[in-house]
């Protein structure tokens, strides 16, 4: 398994999420910048039609240990429910399984998530991912291009269709900003009722 870790591309659904959590657990404990931070892993389903991936856990986050807590994840709430999704009917996950600030994702540290960001999406096998903001968008798509250019339209990643937009806990900062995403999830909406 250890070779997988050399590649960013799925490895397919012979994996399963627990084993992946596992070795994600068990690394973390072992690299010294990681052994005392609390991981919150994905939710939700393999076979999940869409995907949501965010930057990383908040604080929300710790008491329930799971993803999308607190007023970002009641944001995420009412944009899902929006276009007719409720949390149950996606698979749920950040980049980065830590709680952490924006200025400790370093380079090395999006190097050690991403990996199995990208094995967790290969069993999942969603249609659809949603993309929130910029750390998602460029790990997936290995883009450096902001978030700003590349939301709007969808960008295929191994066959799913993903869309790029902001994050809800930047839009609880900017709420001028709703109005793009609204866009962004009629498309997301119009998607899924013809797949």
């Not at 070795?23 to 404990?29: D, N, S």
Request: hydrophobic share 40%; charged share 25%.
């Amino acid at each position: 398994m250890q070779d997988a870790l050399l590649f960013d591309e799925p490895t397919g659904a012979s994996e399963t999420l627990q084993a992946i959590n596992a070795e994600l657990a068990q690394r973390a404990q072992a690299a010294p910048q990681f052994k005392e931070r609390i991981l919150i892993f994905g939710e939700g389903e393999p076979g999940a039609r869409v995907a949501v991936v965010g930057e990383s856990p908040g604080p929300p986050d710790i008491a329930t240990g799971r993803p999308f807590m607190g007023p970002a994840g009641d944001m995420l709430n009412r944009i899902l429910a929006a276009i007719g999704l409720q949390r149950k009917d996606c698979y749920l996950t950040n980049v980065v399984k830590m709680i952490s600030t924006g200025d400790e994702l370093t380079p090395d540290v999006l190097n050690f998530f991403t990996p199995y960001l990208h094995r967790e999406l290969a069993v999942v096998r969603p249609s659809v991912i949603i993309a929130f903001g910029n750390t998602p968008t460029r790990a997936l798509l290995r883009t450096k291009k902001p978030i700003s250019q590349m939301r709007g339209e969808f960008h295929d990643y191994h066959g799913a269709q993903l869309m790029p937009t902001f994050n809800p806990a930047y839009l609880l900062r900017d709420p001028s900003k709703k109005r793009e995403v609204w866009e962004d999830m009629k498309k997301v909406r119009a998607l899924l009722a013809t797949t």
